[in-house]
């Protein structure tokens, strides 16, 4: 198997007909996965124009949007800092960074769309993407300066 696949990889690299191919399915269905963004932000922006927000103290009220947010966006980044930072692990301090601070970012446009097809909670789905951005706004500079000092 290893054998045919050297040799199927050689044929592809040399063979015009493979480019031709290749280039031909990449320049079809390309903008078709860059269109996953927008078709994400535009079911996030229908389901939020359906949720109905009251007043302040009503808006309050949804503590587990608030719980959520702490947990994605300070402790469980601070957490991971404060494991990865044991001298057992010996990782360089930039990719600690990194890994840091892609857990300090807020949760991912696709999440609503996948609660909705899983038949989840799709609607608070795209209340915590929602909320998790607005706080992650002020978070994401804290975390940048912990970082700062713990990433030395």
């Known amino acids: 198997v290893f054998f045919i696949i050297i040799n199927l990889r050689k044929f592809v690299e040399t063979s015009s007909?493979?480019?031709?191919?290749y280039t031909l399915a990449?320049?079809?269905?390309?903008?078709l996965g860059r269109t996953t963004i927008?078709?994400?932000?535009?079911?996030?922006g229908l389901i939020l124009s359906e949720v109905k927000i009251g007043s302040?103290?009503?808006?309050?009220?949804?503590y587990p949007l608030f719980v959520l947010s702490f947990f994605k966006l300070l402790l469980v980044p601070i957490?991971?800092?404060?494991?990865?930072?044991?001298?057992i692990f010996k990782i360089d301090p930039i990719v600690k960074a990194i890994i840091v601070l892609q857990l300090a970012m807020p949760s991912a446009t696709i999440?609503?769309?996948?609660a909705s097809q899983y038949d989840s909670d799709y609607r608070f789905a795209t209340e915590c993407v929602f909320i998790?951005?607005?706080i992650g706004v002020f978070t994401l500079p804290v975390m940048a300066s912990v970082i700062s000092v713990f990433c030395r």
């Open 38 to 44: 927008y078709l994400s932000m535009l079911f996030i």
């Open 79 to 87: 957490i991971a800092l404060i494991v990865l930072s044991n001298p």
């Open 111 to 114: 999440v609503p769309a996948l």
């Open 132 to 134: 998790t951005t607005v």
């Open 26 to 31: 990449y320049d079809t269905f390309n903008p």
């Open 56 to 62: 302040a103290s009503e808006f309050l009220r949804r």
């Open 17 to 21: 007909l493979a480019k031709n191919i």
